[in-house]
């Protein structure tokens, strides 16, 4: 299982923007998907972006498309998550998650990754 460690989240007016990052370690990653979910109070958790190790796609929720921005730097092992024009609505806490060899098909699927990060709370107030 890999270690998920993410850092960046905080309070931020609507409008704003913050960048959420996410470090694996414990074992090589070359094969993993990388993705963020989040979770509002009351809510179910939801999935909002994914991005492979290797390969150029990239998978986003439609209400975060346009707005944010998920990356991925190889040689730091580190995911990004740039967020723009934060709304209230995007408050939740943010976890990264990751699964080795997860067919695309299942990327948006929350119960099939096996590794989870703590979770950073972002807090956009209007």
């Known amino acids: 299982q890999v270690q998920l460690a993410e850092s960046g989240g905080g309070l931020v007016q609507a409008g704003g923007s913050l960048r959420l990052s996410c470090t694996a370690s414990g074992r090589t990653v070359g094969s993993d998907a990388m993705a963020w979910f989040r979770q509002a109070p009351g809510k179910a958790r939801e999935f909002v972006a994914a991005i492979y190790w290797s390969g150029p796609n990239i998978y986003y929720t439609d209400s975060v498309r346009g707005r944010f921005a998920i990356s991925r730097d190889n040689p730091k092992n580190t995911v990004y998550l740039e967020m723009d024009s934060l709304t209230p609505e995007d408050t939740a806490v943010y976890y990264c998650?990751?699964?080795?060899?997860?067919?695309?098909?299942?990327?948006?699927?929350?119960?099939?990754?096996?590794?989870w990060g703590q979770g950073t709370q972002v807090t956009v107030s209007s």
């Open positions: 998650a990751a699964q080795r060899d997860l067919a695309v098909w299942n990327i948006r699927k929350g119960w099939l990754y096996e590794s």
